[in-house]
């Protein structure tokens, strides 16, 4: 049973940064994601990496602030966030692509499981 926890998230004041992490059990996945879903919206790609290529992709809100790095033969997968600002308020999931892949994969039902997700809150 494939297993991602997230941790990392908190309260920070606009500006600042955290860097949250992602600790996946033994397995082999292609793809590893982050997503975030703010309250009343609804789930949206943050950024991913592909294993294979170690390729990065982010989504234009957070491109410049936001970078995603991971280390395959550990199964860890962090971002780290710079710049922070209110909007970036969300719980943040980790997401985990176990079939195989090569492209960037951006939407949910590209990854086959999830985190429980970690609360970033971001002050003005």
């Known amino acids: 049973q494939v297993q991602l926890v997230e941790s990392g998230g908190g309260l920070v004041q606009a500006g600042g940064s955290l860097r949250l992490s992602c600790a996946a059990s033994?397995?082999?996945?292609?793809?590893m994601g982050w997503f975030r879903q703010a309250p009343g919206k609804e789930r949206e790609f943050v950024a991913g990496?592909?294993?294979?290529?170690?390729?990065?992709y982010y989504a234009d809100s957070v491109k410049g602030r936001f970078t995603t790095s991971g280390d395959n033969t550990k199964n860890t997968h962090t971002l780290q966030m710079n710049n922070l600002k209110p909007e970036d308020t969300a719980l943040y999931y980790c997401a985990a692509r176990t079939r195989y892949s090569t492209r960037s994969r951006s939407r949910a039902d590209e990854y086959d499981f999830w985190g429980m997700g970690t609360k970033v809150t971001v002050s003005s």
């Open positions: 033994e397995g082999t996945y292609y793809t």
């Open positions: 990496i592909n294993w294979d290529t170690g390729t990065t």
